[in-house]
């Protein structure tokens, strides 16, 4: 490595993300390493002879920190500030890999599925609501795979498509390839889209003036930290005429959750379980998934092979082996309507870079990235129960607990979700309409150095 470089990761204090403290930091180079060797930015940055340090966000650095000097920017204390303003309605939305991760904060076995003891928790710290992200995650599946049906079939738009839930990879393509960015499917993360719809179409079931609600989601990631602060992710204000309505106020990981739960006092598991909130509060199993490195894709799969072939998806692709598992780099081919489409779904953005730099992505119709290593079950904002670093076991229990949910739901497929239909049929109209395009999709610009 260069001698310019430093010995860890240098943190700018205005990052959205993550925060150093200095004092205590051994520069022992681990999170520079992960930096480097797993996420692939402290090398491109090398290449292009920037002077400062881009940073994706995704918290990996904080993950491999055994000094615990660099962490998720915490914001819980402004959460709990939230609930005790009577003029605020807080309303959680908590996504699949928290399920799978918080547990192991209070003593419970690696990967435990503690969904209800975590909304539970969520209503005692004060939350007026608590909704279920595998509900966007469906609805991300019905926007983003008509998109990639409409790439495919009518050949609308360059191929692959990438998968857009990922923030620190969609920075990644805006920083290093944003000749790649017309690749990015334009539908937003399901955390975004739950914001945007939460001051939208929930406010007006409910009867609540927007401008009340606190937005709060509950994620793996300290990226989503990042994300909800850009600036086109304010579409409920834009469709509302509220100036300055942000569709998400705050992120939470699962540690800063933990953390929450813990100076309040609350016995975790002496909690009476209790479940989501109705309306936006309802996820398939394949919303569930969601958290796994290949998960995305397979339940854009088993959406499209309904659309496209009419009929349920078969065994095969309820359990698609072919996309599962802790390889970095997995490929498929699956046959829709007689065409066959070629997957790949890789995880570690320099594994990415490596497909991209050989020109080996364009083999591909359809790419599934997620930064972190296992997908977002292996996020920044995840705990790592004190072992440095996080072994693969840890990562496998919580993958196998998300597609034990997976078989256990009653629906498996975001075609069924009855919640989704109700949304569509009062209020979206049908996928990629123009109420779609306002409040599901986005835009991503060039971040190249530069330009
Ligand atoms: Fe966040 Fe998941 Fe991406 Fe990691 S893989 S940065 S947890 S969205």
Redesign the pocket.
């Given at each position: 490595m260069s001698e310019r470089y430093p010995k860890s990761v240098p943190v700018s204090p205005d990052n959205p993300a993550i925060e150093k403290d200095e004092d205590i930091c051994a520069n022992c180079s681990h999170c520079l390493a992960v930096c480097a060797e797993e996420i692939g930015v402290a090398q491109p940055c090398k290449v292009t002879g920037a002077d400062d340090f881009t940073c994706i966000h995704?918290?990996q650095c904080a993950a491999a920190c055994p000094e615990r000097a660099i962490r998720a920017k915490s914001q819980w204390r402004e959460a709990a500030m939230a609930v005790n303003d009577p003029q605020k309605i807080v309303i959680f939305s908590t996504a699949p890999?928290v399920r799978v991760g918080l547990g192991e904060c209070f003593g419970g076995k690696p990967g435990d599925f503690v969904e209800s003891y975590m909304v539970s928790a969520l209503r005692k710290l004060g939350a007026d609501f608590v909704l279920d992200v595998a509900f966007s995650a469906d609805l991300t599946i019905m926007e983003e795979g008509t998109e990639f049906l409409k790439r495919f079939i009518a050949d609308s738009h360059p191929l692959p498509q990438f998968t857009s839930?990922?923030?620190?990879?969609v920075k990644y393509i805006e920083t290093f390839h944003p000749e790649r960015i017309p690749c990015l499917s334009s539908t937003k993360s399901p955390i975004s889209m739950q914001g945007a719809l939460i001051k939208t179409y929930f406010s007006k079931e409910k009867g609540i003036d927007p401008r009340r609600i606190v937005n709060i989601a509950v994620?793996?990631?300290?990226?989503?930290k990042f994300e909800i602060s850009r600036e086109e992710l304010c579409s409920a204000g834009a469709y509302l005429g509220i100036p300055g309505l942000r569709d998400n106020d705050y992120v939470l990981t699962t540690r800063e959750l933990a953390e929450w739960i813990r100076e309040a006092g609350i016995g975790f598991y002496d909690l009476t379980p209790s479940a989501f909130d109705s309306l936006m509060g309802e996820g398939s199993g394949a919303g569930v998934i969601f958290g796994n490195t290949g998960g995305v894709m397979e339940a854009a799969l088993r959406m499209a092979y309904s659309v496209v072939n009419g009929i349920e998806p078969p065994d095969l692709l309820m359990q698609y082996q072919p996309v599962r598992g802790l390889e970095q780099v997995k490929e498929s081919v699956v046959s829709l309507g007689g065409r066959d489409v070629r997957t790949a779904v890789v995880?570690g953005t320099r594994a990415a870079e490596q497909l991209i730099a050989t020109g080996a992505v364009d083999d591909y119709d359809f790419v599934e990235v997620?930064?972190?290593p296992g997908?977002?079950i292996?996020?920044?904002?995840q705990p790592d129960n004190g072992i440095l670093p996080v072994p693969d076991q840890l990562r496998m229990a919580r993958i196998r607990s998300l597609y034990l949910a997976d078989q256990e739901r009653s629906f498996r497929n975001s075609l069924e979700n009855q919640e989704i239909k109700h949304l569509y049929e009062t209020f979206i109209g049908e996928p990629m309409s123009k109420m779609a395009q306002l409040l599901l999709h986005t835009s991503y610009h060039s971040r190249k150095r530069g330009i």
């Open positions: 995704c918290g890999s839930c990922c923030p620190a990879w994620a793996p990631c300290t990226a989503k995880y997620m930064t972190c997908g977002c292996g996020g920044g904002g």
